[in-house]
């Protein structure tokens, strides 16, 4: 089993900057790809961004909406992925999830049913 738990939500204006973070715990050494899902109100849970996870071969992946804004890190050593998000814009407003998929899942999968491992999510909510 492995357990996510996001945390650095908020509300902040746009321009702001917000750093999230996701801590993993229980069978990490099973995750291939660690990603970043969010989903606004009314909408889908839509991917925003993935990083190869447990391996040398390092790899990061961004959805176009936050390409060049977002970035994806990860600490091995901490167990935590993070998202570095800068010039927000109201809508990136969203509930933010991350999430990890096995190696069975193949390289840095884009949906959600690909990704076996969920947090409870955390709020971002950026005013105009």
């Known amino acids: 089993q492995v357990q996510l738990v996001e945390s650095g939500g908020g509300l902040v204006q746009a321009g702001d900057s917000l750093r999230l973070s996701c801590v993993l715990s229980?069978?990490?050494?099973?995750?291939?790809?660690m990603g970043w899902f969010r989903q606004a109100p009314g909408k889908e849970r839509d991917w925003v961004a993935a990083i190869t996870w447990n391996w040398d071969l390092r790899g990061t992946n961004y959805a176009s909406s936050v390409k060049d804004r977002f970035t994806i890190t990860g600490d091995n050593a901490k167990n935590t992925v993070y998202l570095q998000m800068s010039s927000l814009k109201p809508e990136d407003t969203a509930v933010y999830y991350c999430a990890a998929a096995r190696a069975e899942a193949g390289y840095q999968p884009l949906r959600r049913d690909q990704y076996a491992y969920w947090g409870q999510g955390t709020q971002v909510t950026v005013s105009s």
């Open positions: 229980g069978r990490t050494s099973t995750i291939y790809t």
